[in-house]
């Protein structure tokens, strides 16, 4: 069913769907990254690509060799790349939920700085010829793309690089930063991935969504009947939270992405300003 937003006051939402117009004190847009809710109602939205992208890529344990699996088997390793990034892997349960061994499947993820411009565009680019913007699906990477991975792979562990070779059908998600200014617009609220969008290293984001309804379910009890206050209070703390989570999940990117060789010593960055007020700047800078 498609859902269209007809009319957006400071009383309601006026909403037409197969051709029946319907009307709501609230509409709660949960649509996920690249939101049209969000691209209608909050268009100065700050979206920044990190400057890397994460290959990731899922094997089941009996297409691997036993020595591989043992290898990963009760572990969740970590191996850091000389230049920056890291590579992380651990077991998750395979078809339907099962944790048996000899059932589940090896998730691995290898986060590898691209330059915006070209390499991304080229990267980001399917088997088809079109251009992505968020991720690349399994089975739609270019050859060129998975070719260079493969060649990649002789930068990691031994174990991880043979990982990667054996995995069938590698995709890739482009890492972003996503910050809208508010969270409520009258009587439409963003939320989840509608809203802000923070980095996997924070491993957040099914969390935040969760947080995100729960948080506003209580506020517009706690103000009843007066859904208006409600929301102020709810958009006043989870936008707070979200960039705060923003901000987080960027410093855990640079402590990943400057490390300059393979040990395990913490990289300790300089004070720097805010993220959301760094992005801030950018912003209005590309706006002048």
Known sequence: MELEIAEATANGVTLRANRETLTADLLIAADGFRSETQARFAPETISRYAGYIAWRGVADETDLPDALVAFFDDNFCFCDVGGGGHALCYLIPGEGGSTAKGTRRLNWVWYVTVPEGESLNSVMTDGAGRQRHASVPAGHVNATALNDLHRRAENLERH???????????????????????????????????????????????????ADASALAASLKDFAPNIDQGLTVWNRKQVSWGRRLVDHGVMLGERSTRRKSTCRATWKPKRRPRTWEMLQRRQRTRVR
């Not at 890492?175 to 991935?193: K, N, S, T, W, Y």
């Open 160 to 210: 991880f690089a043979d990982l990667v070779r054996a995995t069938p059908e590698p995709f890739i998600q482009s890492i972003l930063d996503v910050a809208p200014p508010e969270m409520v617009f009258g009587r439409v609220c963003l939320l989840g991935d509608a809203a802000f969008v923070v980095r996997p290293h924070t491993a957040a984001a099914m969390a935040k969504a969760a």
